[in-house]
Antibody
Framework: EVQLVESGGGVVRPGGSLRLSCAAS????????MSWVRQAPGKGLEWVSG????????GYADSVKGRFTISRDNAKNSLYLQMNSLRAEDTALYHC????????????????WGQGTLVTVSS | QSALTQPASVSGSPGQSITISCTGT?????????VSWYQQHPGKAPKLMIY???KRPSGVSNRFSGSKSGNTASLTISGLQAEDEADYYC????????FGGGTKLTVL
């Protein structure tokens, strides 16, 4: 059974930093691209960042470019999101999602999602 | 890239069919058949229902179907059931990945 479990969320002041983690199990982690998708309270979904199977290719939404860094450790079956210079508008539930479409021939979809970890940016 | 446009809410009675639209532009929805649809119950993670326009993942009921016309993709749910009540989001995987604002489906 595919499982994605996020952790690392919390309350942080504007300008602060936080590192999110996503522990993956139930599939061969280094066969897949991965993404982070966030959801502000009561709002819709927003793709944040994605990474290919070996970390050699990454992408970011314009809203977080230059502030967030995605990475992965295939030996630990883990995905990370380093968030710096946090703003109030970054407050959201952050989901990690399996993203096979990052591979050129992969189906274009987010096929499994974690429950998310809540990040609150507030003074 | 702007979010895709979805109706805020739709409703239907058990057994009926409903359709949720997702409107983009000729640069995203119109150019590629790469729209996916996600169902999200309150407090739960999103669940993939349709990908690449009309493909259904294993385990998803055949009551769910997807289609596209021009710059608008659609999700149709037939034989509406109480458990279908949820939020539904479309997503275009063309270039930058962009989601719609979500549609709340109410089963009357």
């Amino acid at each position: 059974e595919v499982q994605l479990v996020e952790s690392g969320g919390g309350v942080v002041r504007p300008g602060g930093s936080l590192r999110l983690s996503c522990a993956a199990s139930g599939f061969t982690f280094d066969d897949y691209g991965m993404s982070w998708v966030r959801q502000a309270p009561g709002k819709g979904l927003e793709w944040v960042s994605g990474i290919n199977w070996n970390g050699g290719s990454t992408g970011y939404a314009d809203s977080v470019k230059g502030r967030f860094t995605i990475s992965r450790d295939n030996a630990k079956n883990s995905l990370y999101l380093q968030m710096n210079s946090l703003r109030a508008e970054d407050t959201a539930l952050y989901h990690c999602a399996r993203d096979p479409g990052i591979a050129v021939a992969g189906p274009k979809m987010f096929d499994y999602w974690g429950q998310g970890t809540l990040v609150t940016v507030s003074s | 890239q702007s979010a895709l446009t979805q109706p805020a809410s739709v409703s239907g009675s058990p057994g009926q069919s409903i359709t949720i639209s997702c409107t983009g532009t000729s640069s995203d929805v119109g150019s590629y058949n790469l729209v996916s649809w996600y169902q999200q119950h309150p407090g739960k993670a999103p669940k993939l229902m349709i990908y690449e326009g009309s493909k259904r993942p294993s385990g998803v009921s055949n009551r769910f179907s997807g289609s596209k016309s021009g710059n608008t993709a659609s999700l149709t749910i037939s034989g509406l059931q109480a458990e279908d009540e949820a939020d539904y989001y479309c997503c275009s995987y063309a270039g930058s990945k962009v989601f719609g604002g979500g549609t709340k489906l109410t089963v009357l």
